[in-house]
């Protein structure tokens, strides 16, 4: 996915804070989309996905919505806390067990 | 990391070598990903394989090429190093029970 539009490359939160992580997608026809969590030095890591005929999920303190009209997703995570602090990406499936990345967003939270 | 290992975690290469890198699973995964990352662009699909000898080429496949003989093992390998591959190397597996991929630790190439 391409990250335009609300996209921003990094995003500063107050700890305790909810933060707002947005990605739009490019591909009108993806089914699956995933948010990974990238911490410094490590590979990404799966936080939460959803199904093309789902609008919201919800996980434990992450909640994903989906906005097929505009081809928007994005990722809420509340009470932000120290551990949050990562690169967020989001992810489509474009077919065939493929993932395409958005650029990601850098998160950093303050005490 | 979904027993996913890559190896080796880190080399310096001179450019013109030949490099493999090796991904290594004991999920029994169908499906295996190499991607690369730079800054500002993500990750970037090189190759993919959907099975044993079965493997196709993804965004940015030039200068590269892979091979998978066994379920477990996927090699990335770059025939000539040049400069512009330099990068972070991850490997990725997925099994057919959903699209998730699980990825590796990384490997760093730097070509001089």
């Known amino acids: 996915g391409e990250s335009v539009g609300l996209h921003l490359p990094t995003l500063s939160v107050q700890e305790g804070d909810n933060s707002i992580i947005n990605c739009a997608y490019s591909n009108s026809a993806s089914d699956y989309f995933i948010w990974y969590k990238q911490e410094s030095g490590k590979g990404p890591q799966f936080i939460i996905d959803i199904r093309s005929n789902m609008d919201k999920r919800q996980g434990q303190r992450v909640t994903v919505l989906l906005n097929k009209t505009v081809k928007h997703l994005s990722l809420q995570i509340a009470a932000t806390q120290p551990g949050d602090s990562a690169v967020y990406f989001c992810a489509e499936n474009t077919g065939d067990y493929k993932l395409s990345f958005g650029a990601g967003t850098t998160v950093t939270v303050r005490a | ?112």
Not at chain 2, 25 to 43: F, I, K, V
Not at chain 2, 70 to 76: A, G, S
Request: charged fraction near 20%.
């Open chain 2, 1 to 112: 990391d979904a027993g996913i290992t890559q190896s080796p975690r880190h080399k310096v290469t001179e450019t013109g070598t030949p490099v493999t890198l090796r991904c290594h699973q004991t999920e029994n995964h169908r499906y295996m990903y190499w991607y690369r990352q730079d800054p500002g662009h993500g990750l970037r699909l090189i190759h993919y394989s959907y099975g044993v000898k079965d493997t196709d080429k993804g965004e940015v496949s030039d200068g590269y090429s892979v091979s998978r003989s066994k379920t477990e093992d996927f090699l990335l390998t770059l025939e000539s190093a040049t400069s512009s591959q330099t990068s972070v190397y991850f490997c990725a597996t997925a099994g057919t029970g959903g699209f998730e991929a699980f990825f590796g630790q990384g490997t760093r190439l730097t070509v001089v």
